[in-house]
């Protein structure tokens, strides 16, 4: 192990309160830089990342950062930064003074020279003089993540930073951070439910879910070939796109349509189908293409995108994203397609079979 | 919004009932007595400034105006000393019985306040804080401080806990914290806080009378004693009433904006 690198470890950590398990015996080591932790609402990363910065203590484990276990060392003594989803500032103080809050311990002048240019970095720079509560959303997000960033810490947790802010500040905010990330030292770890955000950073990340650690490894690899149902779920917005099927004779058989299986499994065992929206199509492109008559119930348009909700047999379900605005009837009957090649198929249980066609070696 | 015919009229009917006793007695402040008790006019004949004369020369009517002023602020602020921080222990920590402790703590202001009278009257003959400024801020304590708690516990718990965790991580000390950071955040809470705890000081005669006799008398006991041989002095009576108002309304002036905030106790 390189030891040196290791900033970050949560050492078998648990948080059980009033009967509910929060986290269940959770191991990360979170290396210097920028690690991303992803997981639906109630996956546990709020907890997780409270447990981290020491804002509150496991039921059981440790933390360990730099290799000492810090588990019962106050918050107050650590060095560590926060950010929450909501945006927390001190109202009474004005920007200046919230970013510099964090650095009492320095000489004055030290501390003017960081708090600007800090807030030079985050665009406060014209807003210094003014409180919290004359400033945007995106902007009162900006001051709180520029108090975070102030001071040099081992340890810089942001929780959900973007969450509440609206959609253009969000990708401009996005942009920002990732550039400032690069070039900072120490454990950053930085939790979203946004699959998009997860994919912009391109970071190591963590896959939470239910309390449980789901997988850990490259958000991109894991996009391209999601270890489980679980992950896949996680990492696809919108839903990702289940549909049932059975292995028969070589064959994958789905709703009437059915495509070679790619790898040989038992006849008759169930499988389940995973698609994402935007490889569902309503034209033909290729021949392998499968496809599934439909009824449309629902459009829904973006402006960019357009959202079809379509009825398959069954009482399936299917959400087709398609480019651009496009005019449907709800009532009218059409088909959808779906190459197989883009299809994930994961066995009953969850586990990943096979995804782009290419053969998933699994033991067993 | 299309306005009701009679609603200004409704309005100022109202207003003129409610005003009318407080204009009297401002006009009984500026008649002397023979005007008073002569015949009835609307408008005063003489118009005179004696009484209000009287109330600052005769030092039984000002010291006790005096001492009516200072145990009040004594109070309000020894209410708000003991009661910030153990609203912010309310608002803020878990612990046992704090439920039935914050409930319970209203319990003192359920009794009427004769309840305590012997006690108090009796406790403070042998400890000595009979007829002192201190023994009436104590004593008023009693009912302000519960009051104090919930009003305060009320704010404190609509500001996030998450600023309290935030300064905890850039270093803040708790007490660093609760003056620095805190206390400039409820400062509205405080204003009204302190406005209720002087307003019922200030008004509070029972036990302010029953446990002090010459040097902490309150204004509303000399108020009360005023029938002498000769008679009672309406005007010098009239002008002491007007002199009371006074502080109160200069209070209410300062948190007019959040008093019904405070009277739904902060939880709104």
């Known amino acids: 192990m390189l030891y040196e690198l290791v900033a970050l470890i949560l050492d078998g950590v648990s948080v059980r309160q009033?009967?509910?398990?929060w986290l269940d015996r959770v191991d990360l080591e979170f290396l210097d830089g920028l690690t991303t932790l992803i997981g639906p609402l109630g996956a546990g990363k709020t907890t997780l990342m409270r447990v981290?910065?020491?804002?509150?203590?496991?039921?059981?484990?440790?933390?360990?950062?730099?290799?000492?276990?810090?588990?019962?060392?106050?918050?107050?003594?650590?060095s560590v930064a926060f950010v929450y989803q909501q945006f927390i500032n001190y109202p009474s103080l004005t920007v200046y003074d919230n970013i510099a809050s964090p650095l009492r311990s320095l000489p004055r002048e030290q501390a003017d020279a960081r708090v600007r240019e800090v807030a030079e970095l985050m665009g406060l720079g014209e807003f210094l003089r003014r409180r919290p509560a004359e400033l945007s959303g995106g902007q009162q997000q900006r001051t709180a993540i520029a108090r975070a960033l102030a001071r040099p810490v081992d340890v810089?947790?942001?929780?959900?930073?973007?969450?509440?802010?609206?959609?253009?500040?969000?990708?401009?905010?996005?942009?920002?951070?990732?550039?400032?990330?690069s070039g900072s030292r120490g454990v950053v770890v930085y939790s979203t439910a946004d699959p998009a955000e997860a994919l912009t950073f391109a970071a190591p990340t963590v896959v939470l879910g239910k309390g449980q650690v789901l997988h850990v490894g490259s958000v991109t690899e894991m996009y391209a070939r999601p270890p489980t149902l679980e992950v896949a779920r996680t990492?696809?917005?919108?839903?990702?796109?289940?549909?049932?099927?059975?292995?028969?004779?070589?064959?994958?058989?789905?709703?009437?349509?059915?495509?070679?299986?790619?790898?040989?499994?038992?006849?008759?065992?169930?499988?389940?189908?995973?698609?994402?929206?935007?490889?569902v199509a309503i034209s033909r492109s290729r021949a392998e293409q499968l496809a599934f008559p439909a009824e449309i119930r629902l459009a829904e348009v973006t402006g960019s995108a357009t959202f079809l909700h379509l009825m398959l047999a069954d009482d399936l379900?299917?959400?087709?994203?398609?480019?651009?605005?496009?005019?449907?009837?709800?009532?009218?009957?059409?088909?959808?397609?779906?190459?197989?090649a883009h299809v994930f198929v994961f066995s009953d249980n969850g586990e990943l079979l096979a995804a782009s066609a290419t053969e998933v070696d699994l033991h067993g | 919004m299309r306005r009701l015919p009679w609603a200004r009229t409704v309005f100022w009917l109202y207003a003129a009932?409610?005003?009318?006793?407080?204009?009297?007695?401002?006009?009984?402040?500026?008649?002397?007595?023979?005007?008073?008790?002569?015949?009835?006019?609307?408008?005063?004949?003489?118009?005179?400034?004696?009484?209000?004369?009287?109330?600052?020369?005769?030092?039984?009517?000002?010291?006790?105006?005096?001492?009516s002023i200072v145990y009040t602020s004594m109070n309000t602020v020894m209410s708000l000393v003991v009661a910030l921080p153990a609203a912010y222990a309310f608002s803020r920590f878990r612990f046992a019985g704090d439920k039935h402790l914050f409930f319970w703590l209203l319990t003192n202001r359920m009794a009427p306040p004769a309840v305590f009278l012997l006690p108090f009257f009796q406790i403070y003959q042998s400890v000595g804080l009979f007829d002192t400024h201190l023994g009436v801020a104590l004593a008023h304590m009693l009912f302000n401080v519960p009051l104090a708690v919930w009003i305060l516990e009320g704010f404190m718990s609509g500001i996030p806990r998450e600023i309290d965790e935030t300064a905890a991580i850039d270093g803040y000390s708790l007490p660093g914290f609760f003056f620095r950071i805190f206390l400039p955040m409820i400062r509205s809470a405080i204003g009204v806080t302190a406005f209720f705890c002087f307003m019922f000081s200030w008004v509070e005669l029972l036990i302010a009378r029953t446990i002090t006799s010459v040097d902490a008398k309150p204004i509303a006991a000399t108020m009360t004693r005023t029938v002498s041989a000769a008679g009672v002095d309406w005007g010098l009576l009239a002008a002491a009433g007007v002199m009371t108002i006074i502080p109160g309304a200069i209070l209410i002036w300062f948190v007019r904006n959040y008093i019904a905030k405070g009277f739904a106790l902060g939880r709104v």
């Open chain 1, 18 to 21: 009033g009967g509910q398990t």
């Open chain 1, 52 to 78: 981290a910065a020491g804002l509150r203590s496991p039921t059981t484990g440790r933390i360990l950062v730099d290799g000492k276990d810090v588990s019962s060392v106050s918050v107050r003594k650590r």
């Open chain 1, 156 to 181: 810089l947790l942001l929780d959900e930073p973007l969450a509440n802010l609206d959609y253009k500040l969000r990708e401009q905010l996005r942009a920002d951070l990732k550039t400032m990330f």
């Open chain 1, 235 to 279: 990492l696809s917005d919108p839903p990702l796109n289940l549909l049932p099927g059975v292995v028969r004779d070589g064959r994958i058989e789905c709703l009437g349509a059915s495509f070679p299986a790619p790898r040989a499994h038992e006849s008759g065992r169930a499988v389940r189908l995973g698609v994402h929206p935007h490889q």
């Open chain 1, 317 to 340: 379900h299917l959400v087709a994203h398609l480019e651009g605005t496009q005019v449907f009837e709800p009532g009218e009957r059409t088909t959808a397609y779906v190459d197989p």
């Open chain 2, 17 to 67: 009932t409610l005003m009318l006793p407080l204009l009297w007695m401002f006009g009984m402040s500026i008649r002397p007595n023979a005007d008073i008790l002569g015949a009835f006019s609307l408008v005063p004949q003489r118009v005179t400034l004696e009484n209000y004369e009287t109330f600052f020369t005769d030092s039984t009517w000002y010291s006790s105006y005096l001492n």
